[in-house]
């Protein structure tokens, strides 16, 4: 079946990266996308980028561009999400989605907490 | 950016009530619409693609319409489990979700 499991939470300085792990299995790892979302406390989800695994093509919120890092290694069929300069604004459970070409996600990993505080 | 709005923010319903959430786009974005459900502490779930395809294994209580800036997300008959919050995501590579509608207990 298909899975996506992410790394543990975390604790972060501002000013600090932060790089979240999303191990997947379950389907051929280069046939399919991966997109990160990210969701702050009481707040909606907010699409932030997407890595194609087959070809590395990526595409970043306009946001997120300069700061965000999507990428992926095929041979262990995981998807890695760097995002640097953080700030208390960026404190937010992150998801991985599998993802198709269109953008549309079907399954999600089970979300990473990350913690930005001085 | 295209902006999705939904309304209403919160919606207040008892078990068999018929529910309908609406989600506006700020251009057009032909039937590049999926709804979510999301309950506390988990990820989203896919119930509609393309504006109205039903995701497999979703009750078809659930139904979804519109294409262009207009959708709407309806549910016939709600049950005890569909009390969440539930999010529009216009995608199509990029992707913008709505800011999401509670449907609690009446």
């Known amino acids: 079946q298909v899975q996506l499991v992410q790394s543990g939470a975390e604790v972060k300085k501002p000013g600090a990266s932060v790089k979240v792990s999303c191990k997947t299995s379950?389907?051929?790892?280069?046939?399919?996308?991966v997109t990160w979302v990210r969701q702050a406390p009481g707040q909606g989800p907010e699409w932030m980028g997407w890595?194609?695994?087959?070809?590395?093509?990526?595409k970043y919120a306009q946001k997120f561009q300069g700061r965000l890092i999507v990428t992926t290694d095929t041979p262990t069929t995981t998807a890695y999400m760097e995002l640097r300069s953080l700030t208390s604004d960026d404190t937010a459970v992150y998801f991985c989605?599998?993802?198709?070409?269109?953008?549309?996600?079907?399954?999600w990993g089970q979300g990473t907490l990350v913690t930005v505080s001085s | 950016d295209i902006q999705m709005t939904q309304s209403p923010s919160t919606l207040s319903a008892s078990v068999g009530d018929r529910v309908t959430i609406t989600c506006r786009a700020s251009?057009?974005?032909?039937?590049?619409l999926a709804w979510y459900q999301q309950k506390p502490g988990k990820a989203p779930k896919l119930l509609i693609y393309?504006?109205?395809s039903l995701e497999s294994g979703v009750p078809s209580r659930f139904s979804g319409s519109g294409s262009g800036t207009e959708f709407t997300l309806s549910i016939s008959s709600l049950q005890p489990d569909d009390f969440a919050t539930y999010y529009c995501?216009?995608?199509?590579?990029?992707?913008?979700f709505g800011q999401g509608t509670r449907v609690e207990v009446k």
């Open positions: 995501h216009r995608y199509n590579t990029y992707g913008t």
């Open positions: 890595i194609n695994p087959s070809d590395g093509d990526t």
């Open positions: 393309k504006a109205s």
């Open positions: 379950g389907y051929t790892f280069s046939s399919y996308g």
């Open positions: 989605a599998r993802a198709y070409a269109s953008g549309l996600m079907g399954y």
């Open positions: 251009q057009s974005i032909s039937s590049w």
